[in-house]
């Protein structure tokens, strides 16, 4: 079984605040977006694993098989990660990939899990896992846990990437002011406040376009607009920032201004 993952952008990100439990609180706007990883899953008499990815310590993908166990019979299997999406994204390809996990055991041993029983056993991997049970664009409140499917509108968007944003928890940077910024991310402050080259990066888009936004914590950057605009500004941005990842793609965009919604709640 080949499986091809996605990676989501967080049209808006707006944190609210710190929980009991040392999680935040979040409303976000996600959206999927077509770039992603290949993942190779195939019965065999013993468990493997293998990537081209180095990662310390257990993998997405090898949590999800585990966690998957917890709940139920899973019987050996062989998987193999092609990862070429890069990593310190905020793209939550790792998310993604761990979600295809669940979703191609499911129907390879015909396990009979439902969407909804995926996306519990999911929020067990990660906050962004769930998403990408449904993807499409899902409205996403609570710990990032709590979600709604939302109408969508066709659009483009090209998302850029130079140097990446390698924290474990950028949520732990945030300070006072962040939490009253305007910004679509309030997660852009403190990433842009600690990542020197990040921020120059970032500074240097907005010279291209203005409406470049970061997507998760960083250090993707994208911009939503009508497909000619896009690959005239991919030549443009190619041409003078040369940057390592670029890639242009379709997604949706909320029929409703789920952004005003979601910064003056």
Same mark, same amino acid.
């Given at each position: 079984? #080949?499986?091809?993952?996605?990676? /989501?952008?967080?049209?808006? !990100?707006?944190?609210?605040?710190?929980?009991?439990?040392?999680?935040?609180?979040?409303?976000?706007?996600?959206? &999927?977006?077509?770039?992603?990883?290949?993942?190779?899953?195939?019965?065999?008499?013993?468990?493997?694993?293998?990537?081209?990815?180095?990662?310390?310590?257990?993998?997405?993908? &090898? /949590?999800? !098989?585990?966690?998957?166990?917890?709940?139920?019979?899973?019987?050996?299997?062989s998987? #193999?990660?092609?990862?070429?999406?890069?990593?310190?994204?905020?793209? *939550?390809?790792?998310s993604?990939?761990?979600?295809?996990?669940? #979703? *191609?055991?499911?129907?390879?041993?015909?396990?009979?899990?439902?969407?909804?029983?995926?996306?519990?056993?999911?929020?067990?991997?990660?906050?962004?896992?769930?998403?990408?049970i449904?993807?499409?664009?899902?409205?996403?409140?609570?710990?990032?846990?709590?979600?709604?499917?939302?109408? *969508? #509108? =066709?659009?483009?968007?090209?998302?850029?990437?130079?140097?990446?944003?390698?924290?474990?928890?950028?949520y732990? !940077?945030?300070?006072?002011?962040?939490f009253?910024?305007?910004?679509?991310?309030?997660? !852009?402050?403190?990433?842009?406040?600690?990542?020197?080259?990040?921020?120059?990066?970032?500074?240097?888009?907005?010279?291209?376009?203005?409406?470049?936004?970061?997507?998760?914590?960083?250090?993707?950057f994208?911009?939503?607009?009508? =497909?000619?605009?896009?690959?005239?500004?991919?030549? =443009?941005?190619?041409?003078?920032?040369?940057?390592?990842?670029?890639?242009?793609? &379709?997604?949706?965009?909320?029929?409703?201004?789920?952004?005003?919604?979601?910064?003056?709640?």
């Open positions: 079984m #080949k499986i091809k993952t996605r990676a /989501k952008l967080n049209l808006y !990100l707006k944190v609210l605040g710190k929980i009991s439990d040392g999680y935040h609180e979040i409303n976000t706007v996600m959206s &999927e977006f077509d770039w992603g990883d290949y993942i190779y899953i195939e019965k065999s008499e013993f468990d493997s694993f293998q990537s081209n990815m180095i990662t310390e310590g257990e993998n997405l993908v &090898e /949590k999800a !098989l585990r966690v998957l166990r917890e709940h139920t019979f899973v019987p050996s299997v998987i #193999k990660l092609e990862k070429l999406t890069p990593v310190g994204s905020g793209l *939550g390809t790792g993604s990939d761990a979600a295809e996990v669940l #979703k *191609g055991l499911n129907k390879l041993f015909y396990l009979g899990l439902t969407n909804t029983n995926l996306c519990e056993i999911a929020s067990k991997i990660g906050m962004d896992v769930p998403f990408f449904d993807g499409g664009i899902q409205l996403a409140t609570g710990r990032g846990d709590i979600l709604k499917k939302l109408p *969508g #509108k =066709k659009t483009n968007a090209l998302v850029v990437m130079d140097e990446p944003v390698i924290s474990k928890n950028i732990s !940077l945030l300070n006072e002011e962040d009253l910024s305007d910004n679509k991310n309030t997660l !852009l402050n403190p990433v842009i406040r600690n990542y020197g080259a990040v921020r120059n990066f970032y500074y240097s888009l907005l010279e291209f376009d203005k409406n470049f936004s970061m997507t998760g914590a960083g250090g993707a994208f911009v939503v607009g009508e =497909k000619n605009y896009l690959s005239e500004l991919e030549k =443009k941005v190619v041409y003078k920032l040369n940057p390592k990842f670029i890639h242009k793609s &379709e997604i949706l965009l909320p029929e409703v201004d789920y952004g005003e919604i979601i910064f003056n709640t």
